[in-house]
């Protein structure tokens, strides 16, 4: 059964350049049933955003901000989430914005059994990021736009260069659900990844998939097995086994 998801999006706190890719990237996870963005129509940075809301079947939602310095269009969203909860026409949430502020929400709905998906850019704050089933970076959006207008520079200047703490994360997560013979069947990995760290993900370092992730980085193997099920092969990963030690002579 697909999951069907209520994409709120927080006009005020994330760019309309790469709406398109946004969806497309949403639609991977599930269909996109309520799509709702927040926002004072009244104000001119917004103004980016109506010609895209028919395109996209996006509906707007209007918000006065009633006092100065209070973001009213954070309270609407959050009001929003919670009728479209309790109304149980959807699995699940994709929650676009880089405000901290939706981090009790996105708390509060994985605790109902909602799937929540959170969408933001990398300025996002840790508490939000963590408090999603999976965080996708804005940049990611960007990189493929790039490519695809053939402005390679442009990409790499949104990739991140994989470090020490990135790869001891994978080796430990390997070891996690690996057998005695220390393969692991990478989608185990993938998925267990996901939990550990809901931002990780292969993109962010250059990669359309995490198995030339993994073959980038030379302190692993890959091994590719049958499937009994399928044409597609199954594709298992170990840490590479060091040489033995050489004895010295005496």
């Not at 994709?94 to 909602?114: H, I, K």
């Not at 300025?123 to 490519?147: G, M, Q, S, W």
Request: charged share 30%.
């Amino acid at each position: 059964m697909d999951t069907n998801l209520a994409v709120l999006i927080d006009g005020d706190n994330i760019p309309s350049a790469h709406v398109k890719e946004m969806m497309e990237e949403i639609a991977k996870y599930g269909n996109p049933t309520i799509k709702r963005i927040y926002g004072d129509w009244t104000k001119p940075h917004l103004s980016k955003w109506k010609n895209l809301l028919l395109e996209n079947a996006i509906t707007p939602i209007q918000q006065y901000g009633y006092t100065t310095g209070k973001n009213a269009t954070d309270s609407a969203m959050i009001i929003d989430a919670m009728d479209i909860l309790y109304s149980s026409k959807v699995n699940g949430f994709c929650l676009v914005s880089s405000d901290s502020d939706f981090t009790r929400l996105a708390v509060r709905l994985r605790e109902a059994g909602m799937q929540v998906i959170g969408i933001g850019e990398k300025k996002t704050p840790n508490p939000f990021i963590v408090a999603c089933d999976k965080f996708i970076y804005v940049e990611i959006l960007k990189n493929k736009a790039d490519r695809q207008d053939i402005d390679v520079e442009a990409a790499k200047d949104n990739v991140d260069t994989i470090t020490q703490k990135d790869i001891e994360l994978i080796a430990t997560t390997i070891a996690d659900v690996s057998d005695d013979d220390g393969w692991a069947f990478l989608g185990d990995v993938g998925s267990l990844l996901q939990k550990k760290q809901p931002n990780f993900d292969s993109r962010n370092f250059g990669f359309d998939k995490l198995t030339p992730l993994i073959k980038s980085i030379d302190r692993f193997e890959l091994e590719q097995r049958e499937n009994p099920k399928s044409r597609y092969k199954l594709i298992f990963v170990r840490l590479k086994k060091t040489a033995a030690p050489k004895k010295k002579r005496r």
